[in-house]
């Protein structure tokens, strides 16, 4: 096979475009590929590689150009959901399957006051692991926070990998979830202005930036008032309908990342009939089942008489004693449990010195889970 000269090396030219225009993806030949061939071969991709590590095949398809995206996101790869499987960066906040939980484990790092968070590629409780989110912790004089990222090299609020955090009260019983987006739609929310500044740039209501609250959380004493027993917690799902943990429940999904280098207050003033709950949640007590919120609370433990300690039922999933562990549970609506109310939706124990096991499931998403598991972490002076 033979090359000419002219492929290595052009003729000098005086009238060099330093900045050329790339060339639109379109030209890509892989663009044009027939949709139908297209969409054939994707879906067999998907199929065969159903797990990690081998489902960065699927990934890599979806870098190839927009098109290949485009089918693979809208039409071949399903939602954590109905799938089971964390395909994409957005699957960490969407909603876990309904009938399974998604294995997960935390590393803490003490020294570097990070946390990670991986999906498990293995029956190990603590090994061979997916990164999926990092957190890194910092105190300041009256509260506690975590910075949530894409990223575990660069937590940062500046970063684009930033997606939330988690903020607490001085004493470490009450925490607040934030998240980049705003609420989903439906969520009725008014303005007291058109536009807003957020340093020299105006940003339009259309597109809010900021932080919006989420979740809550609250610790109380423990049921024994001393060290020994376990925590009793409860979390309010700002965004969550109790009727999602029902048949034909729907819980709200993104479907698209839009990061804010800006951490401010919402441009837009949450106005809705759980507008006072960031507040409330700050002051009083444990607040009770509210309309159009999803309460989780923690499974009641039981004391065994052999052991002679608080037990529950981890299914191997934790084993180490700790007042850390928790499972939550939906909590009734007006007393009236059902089936429903008995699933564990979110389970947290130990297995090592810095290592965590987190399973979670429908409703919630690994973001959310991420961050409850988060406040069990940090200091709690009123409950220990």
């Not at 919006?212 to 969550?240: K, W």
């Not at 609506?333 to 290592?355: N, P, R």
Request: hydrophobic share 35%.
């Amino acid at each position: 096979m033979k090359l000419s000269y002219a492929g290595f090396r052009s003729k000098p030219s005086r009238n060099v475009d330093k900045n050329p225009i790339p060339a639109p993806e379109s030209s890509c030949r892989w663009a044009i590929m027939p949709e139908e061939l297209l969409r054939e071969v994707l879906m067999k991709v998907e199929a065969s590689e159903s797990e990690w590590p081998m489902r960065k095949s699927v990934v890599a398809c979806a870098g190839v150009c927009r098109n290949w995206r485009n089918v693979l996101i809208k039409e071949i790869v399903r939602v954590p959901e109905i799938s089971g499987v964390l395909t994409f960066p957005i699957s960490v906040k969407q909603p876990g399957p309904r009938d399974s939980l998604i294995r997960c484990f935390i590393k803490r790092n003490g020294s570097a006051h990070s946390y990670n968070l991986y999906l498990s590629l293995s029956q190990a409780l603590a090994e061979n692991g997916k990164f999926l989110l990092g957190a890194r912790k910092s105190r300041h004089a009256t509260f506690t926070e975590y910075i949530i990222s894409l990223n575990a090299d660069d937590m940062s609020k500046g970063s684009s990998a930033y997606i939330g955090k988690l903020k607490s009260n001085f004493l470490g019983t009450k925490f607040s979830v934030f998240d980049i987006l705003p609420l989903p739609t439906g969520a009725k929310m008014t303005r007291s202005r058109s536009t807003r500044l957020i340093g020299s740039r105006q940003v339009l209501p259309s597109v809010p930036s900021g932080s919006y609250p989420v979740a809550h959380i609250s610790f109380e004493l423990n049921v024994l008032g001393s060290s020994r027993g376990p925590r009793r917690m409860q979390c309010i799902m700002d965004t969550i309908s109790p009727s999602a943990i029902k048949p034909g429940g729907v819980a709200p999904t993104q479907t698209e990342f839009r990061h804010s280098s800006v951490d401010t207050s919402p441009s837009l003033p949450i106005s809705m009939s759980i507008s006072n709950c960031t507040n409330e949640i700050f002051s009083g007590p444990l607040c009770g089942q509210r309309d159009g919120q999803l309460i989780l609370k923690n499974k009641s433990p039981r004391w065994h008489e052999q052991l002679q300690c608080w037990c529950l039922n981890f299914n191997g999933r934790v084993t180490i004693a700790s007042v850390k562990n928790f499972q939550l549970v939906a909590s009734a609506e007006g007393g009236e449990t059902s089936a429903e109310h008995e699933e564990v939706i979110l389970q947290f124990g130990k297995v090592d010195t810095d290592v965590f096991t987190m399973d979670y499931r429908y409703p919630i998403s690994a973001f959310q889970a991420f961050a409850i598991c988060l406040s069990s972490f940090d200091t709690k002076i009123a409950c220990e």
